[in-house]
């Protein structure tokens, strides 16, 4: 085959599996499409099942739509606050915006072009106006990516809208809110959606923090330079000094130029850590911040937010102190072989992410006290913990044996949430661990009030049973276990004497 035919070849080759992404890509769209649906379906019949409770409370009225999302988000694990959020996105998809839905489960635009035309014309409230602004922004949609595609879409949704700036933003400060994401390798990302204007001054802030604390380390460095090379200087002076001085000395008394016991002690030899120690001292009194701006502008957020007082503090007189007394509080799990620093392994901060060795130690330097979890040696369950006061006991074994709350999917750590009884107190269950777990507030008042029923059994497994009969079941967080690195073989023979570190 020659190489033109070659190339057509390839060519052809190209142009078939492009055929069948698009294809697939069809298919896909459109099984996203029918999932969507679903969720909206789902959503309308938790609608209907509020309906009907016209003269239950808030909280009852909350019930139906929780439940369902509690349901799907189980089956699909997957949070339950997210599965509730897709819930009402598809709704609104399918019900406020039939003709993007339509050409979605065509295939003709992407999951993705869908979320931008949603969101942009969410706050179209006037039909006629989302109307006009879905089929334009439509049209564009499918000739270009979904990146290009927001722009031109909240352009075009900023046109038709009747609402005002003013009064969109101050609907839109109503959603002002923080949130934490957690990453690898011992970080996490702290988020903050909040009025432009603020949020920019924050930034501007700590960037110009970040400036003054970058020319005080450059200041530095110069001071530092400066007295480096009149150190040097003055060295120098002295040195030329003693040297003439020698000269004449050795041509008054007829001496060849040597110096005592063959140079030692002779000025001209110098002091071995004269250079090397200046260097030295000058690394010692100036600490130069190597620290990139991104690195220092993190530094200064978190010091601030951990360390200061807001200007604005109405709960003096309920907390001593206000909210300047707060403090930061977490849970860390630290396993004894990295605190001893036999092992390499990390920590874990509230079941949620990793702690790396280092911080760990120093959390535990400055710690009033430990909570000494044992665990099965083979499958990592919690057996006990080392103290002995009754109710207290009973919360430190269940934070550790649970982690997080208990119900399928959620994250909240142990130490946020209720300590429910899995047989009603009032119905005669006990207040031991084999009856008692962690629930957040939000699955408390869920498995109350929705119908929701629990099993507890040994080991800490919970057999849950939704409303529509499907069971589903959650295990306490596994536990990784770390071994202490044996001690080097220093040519001992006989009987192996290696021990533990404790």
């Known amino acids: 085959m020659g190489d033109q035919e070659q190339r057509e070849a390839d060519a052809l080759r190209t142009r078939e599996l492009v055929a069948e992404a698009r294809r697939l890509r069809q298919v896909i769209a459109a099984a ?120 031109y879409a909240e352009q075009v949704a900023e046109s038709v809208n009747p609402r005002s700036m003013q009064e969109r933003h101050d609907a839109a400060a109503l959603d002002r809110r923080v949130w934490v994401e957690d990453l690898r390798d011992g970080m996490s990302m702290l988020g903050a959606i909040g009025p432009s204007v603020e949020i920019h001054g924050v930034y501007d802030r700590i960037t110009r923090q970040g400036k003054a604390i970058k020319a005080a380390d450059r200041v530095a460095r110069r001071e530092a330079a400066e007295r480096e090379i009149e150190r040097e200087a003055a060295t120098r002076g002295e040195r030329e000094a003693v040297e003439r001085h020698s000269v004449r000395w050795g041509a008054s008394f007829g001496l060849s130029g ?124 919690v057996l006990a913990v080392d103290r002995r006061h009754a109710t207290a006991a009973q919360k430190r074994y269940l934070m550790a044996r649970d982690v997080r709350c208990r119900f399928p999917g959620c994250r909240r750590p142990a130490r946020e949430c209720d300590w429910d009884h899995r047989e009603d107190y009032a119905l005669g269950g006990r207040t031991d661990v084999e009856n008692l777990g962690a629930f957040c507030k939000r699955h408390h008042t869920l498995k109350h009030a929705a119908g929701w029923t629990v099993v507890q059994h040994s080991g800490g497994r919970l057999q849950f049973t939704a409303p529509s009969g499907l069971e589903y079941t959650d295990d306490p967080p596994p536990r990784v276990t770390f071994i202490p690195d044996p001690p080097p073989d220093r040519g001992r023979t006989g009987v192996d004497d290696v021990r533990a570190p404790f």
């Not at 694990?77 to 915006?97: G, I, K, P, Y």
């Not at 071995?272 to 701006?293: K, P, Q, Y």
């Not at 977490?330 to 990390?346: D, E, I, K």
């Open 258 to 381: 040597h110096g005592p016991a063959d140079g030692v002690g002779d000025p001209r030899a110098g002091d071995t850590g004269d250079t090397g120690g200046c260097g030295s001292v000058v690394a010692g009194e100036v600490w130069f911040d190597d620290r990139t701006m991104d690195q220092i502008r993190t530094d200064l957020l978190l010091d601030m937010m951990l360390t200061s007082t807001p200007s604005v503090d109405g709960v003096g007189g309920v907390v001593e102190g206000g909210l300047g007394a707060i403090r930061a509080h977490v849970q860390v799990t630290v396993p004894a072989t990295t605190l001893a620093g036999t092992t390499a392994g990390g920590a874990e901060l509230d079941g949620k992410c990793a702690v790396d060795p280092e911080t760990a130690r120093i959390l535990a330097g400055k710690a009033p006290g430990f909570d000494r979890v044992f665990l099965d040696p083979i499958g990592g369950a």
């Open 32 to 151: 996203e499409a029918d999932l969507a649906r679903t969720h909206a379906d789902a959503f309308a019949l938790a609608e209907e099942q509020t309906g009907r409770l016209r003269e239950a409370s808030t909280r009852e009225r909350e019930m139906p739509l929780r439940s369902m999302a509690a349901e799907f988000a189980v089956d699909a694990r997957t949070s339950d606050r997210t599965m509730q959020t897709h819930l009402f996105e598809a709704h609104r998809t399918v019900t406020q915006f039939p003709t993007t839905w339509a050409a979605w489960h065509e295939g003709r635009v992407s999951r993705a072009h869908v979320r931008v035309i949603v969101e942009a014309g969410a706050d179209l409230d006037d039909e006629h106006a989302r109307v006009a602004f879905e089929q334009d922004v439509l049209d564009y949609a499918e000739t270009t990516s979904p990146n290009r595609l927001r722009s």
